[in-house]
């Protein structure tokens, strides 16, 4: 089971493009469209990178987001090395060290920042790449309380422009921040030929977008509780929402971490203690 899952999407699709994933309109989107909610996973960016290497199915579907695909097999300075292995492969190897390393670079490339304590990964938001003069913006919509805290942490995507089938969805990852584009340039590998000029228009268009999806988020409300109130009724949320508390716990079922060996061994046992206590928790709340 995943540690994200998404609640609704509209007219997108997810395609392979040049070993990378990409994500198409697979028609033609309005402006002000709200094309994806997702149940996201939110935490600091240590906690997410260790998630991400207890967590079968995030670390084999998140990609470096970096041109470094052609540098696997290089060491850093530890002497860890990026290799493009899947969970399975590192996790039978015993390679637990590479297994966090190659964690933390797709934490790195994959998450939005919001904040120094809080981060997002989606298994789908993850997937937009970035573009400079962008067409989609990443935003928090809703949450869902429950005994005062946060079960549901539900994050959009909202078109910030017209988009014509077949084209590319993409987001700005830098948010028209001129500092945090440089930076994403040098990261990921961006051709692009940005001047000052041109990153002081991103900037003020990003202002200009932002203001344009809060009326839309304002118009969207009861259609965004709907969905969120529907979503969280499932056997899915409550599955979600016990592997994100397991991951809080470091309790990973089929982590590196937790390595289970036999029905005598000790992480099993701890395991299906904390287990049964979220899941005796969770049936509590969605009674």
Known sequence: MALTHEIYTDRIKIVLKEGEYAVIAEENIKCGTLILLEHVLVGTREFLSYAIAGNRILFDELCPRQWNV??????????????????????????????QYNAELKAHYNMFTF?????????TISKFNHGCWSNCLV?????????????????????TANVAKGEELLIDYSYGSIRSHNKIREEIGSDCNCDDEKLNLIA??????????VKCMDRDYYFIIHLVNNYIQTDT?????MNQML????????????II???EDKNLKNICRIYAQIKKKINKMWK
Do not use: C
Request: no cysteine; net charge neutral; proline share 1%.
């Open 261 to 263: 060996t036999s029905r």
């Open 139 to 159: 935003t928090k919509l809703d949450n869902i309380m429950l005994e005062d805290k946060t079960i549901v942490d539900s994050y959009g995507v909202y078109t």
């Open 115 to 123: 904040s120094e304590d809080k981060v997002i990964i989606g298994r």
């Open 70 to 99: 052609e540098k696997w097999g290089e060491k850093d300075m530890n002497g860890y090395t990026w290799n493009g292995k899947n969970f399975d492969q590192l996790l039978n190897e015993g390679d637990i060290y590479n297994m």
């Open 247 to 258: 991951a809080r716990e470091e309790i990973h079922n089929f982590g590196p971490y937790n």
């Open 237 to 241: 949320a409550k599955k979600v929402v």
């Open 204 to 213: 003020k268009r990003t202002i200009a977008s932002a203001r344009v999806i």
